[in-house]
């Protein structure tokens, strides 16, 4: 049997197993899977936004840029995170959220734990976002998802005489956390936190241009600034930056870690536990406990012939039809052509 000309490339360039990611460990992006997604999006006490994709989805892949900066500008305010639905282990998951085409977004709201020990919370339904693809949107959806019903609106010394408005549930001798701002609406970042401390701590306001007693009673000379009124004793003014990022930050694998703006309200919150946060470090530290398994070589079966160059060059000469398959290697991305 003769063989006619024969091109051979030998490529660098081989797939093998799942498809890579649009998000990568130091992405701020949060990777969820079908294992963490209940911890990280419905365990939590914040609002969360998540994206349903599939790595080869033309569409997803024109969105990741524009993901990243919500991911970043949400960052210690909202959960935003992404599940590969091409990959077997979510399509549960997907299949669980009704997903049909790719990217689909869904914003989940921000519920309080409950602050009894029936540890029975409201169901976390998410809404289906359908708006603009751009990050400013996307932002906004998911920000528009925590409430401010847990802040007090505050003007004089006679609204601090009753507690009942501002502590939901938090009781008479709660602290008071007081923000003296010129801001007409409250921030995402203070709705995000009074909803987290519901039932430890009450959150009220005070504005810039109505508060003019409590402004001088407090000694207050700027705004933004955040003062907390204990039951007993003196008010503590915090004095770290009060920006998005103040409340939390990226640790390894992507777990939102606690900094000075929450441990300071943490401080008026004994046996306050953020139970968000206990449930990603529990598994965190589950998986780090777990031995890392060594790297399995492949190996070539033994009645496959391993080929040198000069191997393939040999084959010219043969009557009998051979098939030859070529795997990267030490060739990583290049390409070298064989003809005879």
């Known amino acids: 049997m003769q063989v006619g000309k024969v091109q051979l490339f030998l490529c660098g360039v081989l797939l093998l197993g799942q498809a890579e990611a649009l998000y990568g460990r130091k992405s701020a992006v949060r990777v969820l899977d079908s294992k963490n997604f209940d911890k990280v999006v419905l365990q939590q006490d914040v609002a969360a936004v998540v994206e349903f994709f599939a790595p080869w989805c033309g569409h997803c892949k024109n969105l990741a840029p524009t993901y990243e900066k919500v991911a970043k500008h949400l960052q210690g305010v909202a959960t935003v995170g992404a599940v590969d639905c091409d990959a077997d282990r979510n399509k549960p998951l997907c299949a669980r959220y009704q997903v049909q085409g790719f990217p689909t977004l869904k ?17 976390k339904s998410p809404t ?22 847990y802040i007090k609106r505050i003007k004089g010394k006679a609204d601090l005489v009753d507690p009942t408005p501002h502590t939901q549930g938090a009781g008479s001798a709660a602290p008071l956390a007081l923000l003296f701002t010129d801001k007409a609406t409250s921030t995402p970042l203070y709705r995000s936190l009074s909803v987290r401390f519901v039932g430890k701590i009450a959150f ?15 000694g207050i000379t700027s705004f933004p600034t955040l003062i907390v009124i204990p039951a007993e004793g003196e008010h503590v003014k915090y004095t770290g930056e009060l920006v998005s990022l103040a409340l939390a930050r990226r640790g390894r694998g992507g777990d939102l870690k606690p900094t000075p703006l929450l441990e300071f309200l943490r401080g008026f919150a004994p046996g306050y536990a953020d139970a968000a946060e206990a449930t990603v470090d529990a598994a965190s530290e589950e998986e780090e406990e777990k031995p890392k398994k060594a790297k399995k070589e492949p190996t070539i079966p033994d009645v496959v012939r391993n080929l040198t160059r000069a191997d393939v060059a040999s084959l010219t000469g043969l009557d009998d039809a051979f098939l030859i398959a070529s795997f990267a290697g030490a060739l990583k991305h290049s390409c070298v052509p064989l003809s005879w």
């Open 107 to 123: 914003v989940f709201p921000a519920v309080p734990w409950p602050s009894t020990s029936s540890n029975k919370r409201p169901s």
């Open 204 to 218: 009220a306001e005070a504005r810039s241009k109505d508060s003019a007693e409590l402004v001088e009673e407090y």
């Open 128 to 149: 289906d976002y359908n708006g603009p693809r751009n990050a400013k949107s996307i932002a906004e959806a998911a920000t528009d998802q925590i409430p401010s019903k």
